[in-house]
């Protein structure tokens, strides 16, 4: 194949592959892979929002996630991050709530309200805690070993923590499929299971495709840019915590900076 392979990290790829109503068995594989959810429902998989947004209101890039509905209603949110982000986890519970409280209206009751479920898929470390690559999170007391409810879950998985070669499970052949970059590494994850083997298949026509290839481009540019400008605001914001005296591993807790950055 000439042409270089598109890469699935790519939020804008990840949807094209994932947020189409006519891959649904894809995202349903890749679905039961990460969740413990009963098999009936993924027999109905409904994309919320299947359009590619390319800007928010305030002129920032919009998050190019996938948000579907399954067959009982439950709600959930997949989306892939390349670029560490400061207040990640608060962001993630912030947007976590709104999955609930758009599901309510004035004078409705509580008992409309069903599960939701945001799956954040990282190429960067989040998760300092420990070294597992898929951390499960829940409304959980950890001292009477108790659930207060299953209404919210998170899910994080990390890609730098997963194994070259996996650990065997669908879970760590799907996230090798993301991480692929040659058409070889394809074609082995593509002998695992069916739904690995269409999802390569779309993959290659993707990147194939040139209008697509142009798409990806304009959107890796715009994401490098945003990236660029944050990363500056972040540095003018750490020059100032140094000149008035603020600790170096304060500056970077806050910014999300190395040392490197913060001294440069």
Request: hydrophobic share 40%; proline share 3%.
């Given at each position: 194949?000439?042409?270089?392979?598109?890469?699935?990290?790519?939020?804008?790829?990840?949807?094209?592959?994932?947020?189409?109503?006519?891959?649904?068995?894809?995202?349903?594989?890749?679905?039961q892979?990460?969740?413990?959810?009963?098999?009936?429902?993924?027999?109905?998989?409904?994309?919320?929002?299947?359009?590619?947004?390319?800007?928010?209101?305030?002129?920032?890039?919009?998050?190019l996630?996938?948000?579907?509905?399954?067959?009982?209603?439950?709600?959930?949110?997949?989306?892939i991050?390349?670029?560490?982000?400061?207040?990640?986890?608060?962001?993630?519970?912030?947007?976590?709530?709104?999955?609930?409280?758009?599901?309510?209206?004035?004078?409705?009751?509580?008992?409309?309200?069903?599960?939701v479920?945001?799956?954040i898929?990282?190429?960067?470390?989040?998760?300092?805690?420990?070294?597992?690559?898929?951390?499960?999170?829940?409304?959980?007391?950890?001292?009477?070993?108790?659930?207060f409810?299953?209404?919210?879950?998170?899910?994080?998985?990390?890609?730098?923590?997963?194994?070259?070669?996996?650990?065997?499970?669908?879970?760590?052949?799907?996230?090798?499929?993301?991480?692929?970059?040659?058409?070889?590494?394809?074609?082995?994850l593509?002998?695992?299971?069916?739904?690995?083997?269409?999802?390569?298949?779309?993959?290659?026509?993707?990147?194939?495709?040139?209008?697509?290839?142009?798409?990806?481009?304009?959107?890796?540019?715009?994401?490098?840019?945003?990236?660029?400008?944050?990363?500056?605001?972040?540095?003018?914001?750490?020059?100032?915590?140094?000149?008035?005296?603020?600790?170096?591993?304060?500056?970077?807790?806050?910014?999300?900076?190395?040392?490197?950055?913060?001294?440069?």
């Amino acid at each position: 194949m000439s042409n270089q392979i598109l890469s699935p990290r790519s939020d804008f790829i990840f949807k094209l592959i994932f947020g189409s109503q006519a891959n649904a068995d894809i995202l349903a594989a890749l679905l039961q892979s990460i969740l413990d959810l009963p098999e009936s429902e993924y027999d109905t998989l409904t994309i919320i929002d299947p359009h590619l947004r390319r800007e928010s209101a305030d002129g920032k890039m919009s998050i190019l996630d996938v948000k579907l509905r399954t067959k009982s209603g439950r709600i959930i949110d997949i989306e892939i991050e390349v670029s560490g982000i400061p207040e990640m986890r608060e962001r993630v519970v912030y947007y976590t709530a709104r999955m609930i409280t758009d599901q309510i209206s004035k004078g409705e009751s509580y008992s409309v309200i069903k599960k939701v479920v945001s799956i954040i898929i990282t190429d960067y470390i989040l998760i300092n805690e420990n070294e597992m690559y898929h951390n499960r999170y829940s409304l959980f007391d950890k001292m009477t070993n108790s659930e207060f409810t299953d209404i919210v879950e998170v899910d994080v998985i990390e890609l730098p923590k997963l194994a070259p070669d996996g650990d065997g499970t669908e879970l760590s052949d799907w996230m090798r499929f993301m991480k692929s970059d040659t058409e070889e590494e394809l074609s082995m994850l593509a002998q695992k299971s069916a739904p690995l083997n269409k999802a390569v298949g779309v993959l290659l026509d993707l990147s194939a495709d040139e209008q697509t290839r142009l798409l990806y481009e304009a959107h890796e540019k715009a994401r490098r840019d945003e990236v660029s400008r944050t990363r500056g605001a972040l540095k003018k914001v750490a020059k100032a915590m140094l000149i008035n005296g603020e600790p170096i591993e304060k500056i970077m807790l806050y910014t999300g900076l190395s040392q490197e950055e913060v001294d440069s």
